[in-house]
């Protein structure tokens, strides 16, 4: 089984602080993704990558930006948290463009 | 227009009832959709594939109507076990991108 690793299941950070959200995946799956879910929002798309050091923009990349340096991991960086982005944050990742995602477990961040 | 959009619910039904929902997109291009299933506080999964007229698995079916721009699910013979939301999903254009409707949330009940 894939397995997707979301490297905490809670978080709370303080406004202005950098938080970094790691995720790592076990079975060489090119593409990784990062979403954020919000009651009646639905997920929506953060950032994903197609191969080591390359990034896309998705819908809502204001504040955020990420970094892929090996393929397994796929890293989320909040420069300075706001409250706003309390969230629940979910990585996935999938072998052949949208195909078998296979979502982490989620981190569950809240920004004080 | 969303590109996804779903009944949120939440629909309330008795053991062994059949539920059905419809999840509607605006992309008439789209040739592949997905129902997914998310648990309370916990990841969605991947529920079913649908790439023609429909797909079937044991209890579930799902079903496409491409004129009409919905998908549909239904669940035969509920279980407590089925209680969830269940994610629509389709993919944006020809990238790796997936659109996801905000969910339809299932309660069977005792």
């Known amino acids: 089984d894939v397995k997707v690793t979301q490297s905490s299941r809670y978080l709370v950070k303080r406004t202005g602080e950098k938080v970094f959200l790691e995720c790592v995946q076990d079975?060489?799956?090119?593409?990784m993704f990062w979403y954020r879910q919000d009651p009646g929002l639905g997920l929506r798309l953060i950032y994903f990558s197609y191969d080591v050091k390359m990034k896309e923009k998705g819908d809502i990349p204001e504040g955020y930006s990420v970094s892929r340096e090996k393929k397994e991991r796929f890293s989320l960086i909040l420069e300075s948290a706001s409250t706003n982005q309390t969230s629940m944050y979910l990585c996935?990742?999938?072998?052949?463009?949208?195909?078998?995602?296979?979502f982490g477990s989620g981190t569950r961040l809240t920004v004080v | 227009r969303k590109e996804v959009e779903q009944d949120p619910g939440p629909f309330n039904v008795p053991e062994g009832a059949t539920v059905a929902f419809n999840c509607t997109y605006s992309?008439?291009?789209?040739?592949?959709f997905f129902w997914y299933r998310q648990d309370c506080r916990k990841e969605p999964k991947l529920l079913m594939s649908v790439y023609s007229s429909g797909n079937e698995d044991g209890r579930f079916t799902a079903q496409l109507n491409r004129a009409s721009q919905y998908i549909s699910l239904l669940i035969r013979d509920s279980k407590l076990s089925d209680s969830a939301t269940y994610l629509c999903?389709?993919?944006?254009?020809?990238?790796?991108?997936?659109?996801f409707g905000a969910g339809t949330t299932v309660t069977v009940r005792a």
């Open positions: 992309n008439s291009a789209s040739q592949s």
């Open positions: 999903v389709v993919p944006i254009s020809n990238d790796y991108k997936l659109s």
């Open positions: 079975m060489d799956h090119e593409n």
């Open positions: 996935a990742s999938s072998l052949e463009g949208f195909y078998g995602y296979t």
